[in-house]
């Protein structure tokens, strides 16, 4: 019964969570406040946006009007391109954590990526009626279509910056700096990790090499 009891608490308090977005993406200040530090956010509901986003990206590859996109499914690798969206998230979660934490800013790891992805809300919420839709027009009818695209992608940066803002207690010139620098904090990520992948691709081929060397003398 007590189980019972405290899963049910669980998913209410899901459900609220969830449905707590809705007023984050329109009232960005005071939402994304509550959302940190009323614990109005949750881990499971920012997984569920992140999630959609995903799945309404995927869904576009394949239900979007071919008038305005072209998928040569034999070259696009699924896993890959789930991993396009991720790890740019993973990078500017993180990059905009460190940068911040040394400069006195107030939001801890897992509240960024809360915020970050209570703010990817408009995105599956205008492109999945936005990939219906392009069914039903013409050509013609395009601009229509990528000023909606536009859109959701401007809506999602824009309470974005207000999260960051709100989550790190900045005020709003010092966010757009740190936001920037978050940027090139990504950037330097990108060029380490494919330094020391590049390190560790050449040092597993000496020692192949050097096997293949040692068992062709024996």
Known sequence: MAASLKNNEKWTRYKKSLRYSLYVITHPLDGFWDLTHEKRGTYAA????????????????????????QVYWEELNIFTYI???L???LLF???????????????????V?????????PYPLINF????FSNFITVDEAEFYSVLGMLALIWVAFIGIFGMSQV?????GKNIL????????????????MLFFSMVSQGVAYFVSITKEMLYRM
């Open 46 to 69: 920012a997984n569920t946006i992140l999630f959609l986003t995903i799945l309404v990206r995927i869904l576009a590859l394949r239900y979007t009007s071919f008038q305005f996109i």
């Open 83 to 85: 991993a396009s969206i």
């Open 87 to 89: 790890f740019p998230l």
């Open 93 to 111: 979660v993180v990059g905009n954590w460190a940068l911040t934490t040394l400069f006195d800013g107030k939001g801890r790891l897992g509240q």
């Open 113 to 121: 990526y809360i915020a970050t992805c209570y703010a990817l809300t």
């Open 129 to 132: 009626p936005l990939m219906i």
């Open 168 to 172: 790190h207690e900045f005020s709003f």
């Open 178 to 193: 740190f936001m920037v620098a978050t940027v090139f904090a990504m950037l330097v990520m990108i060029f380490l990790l």
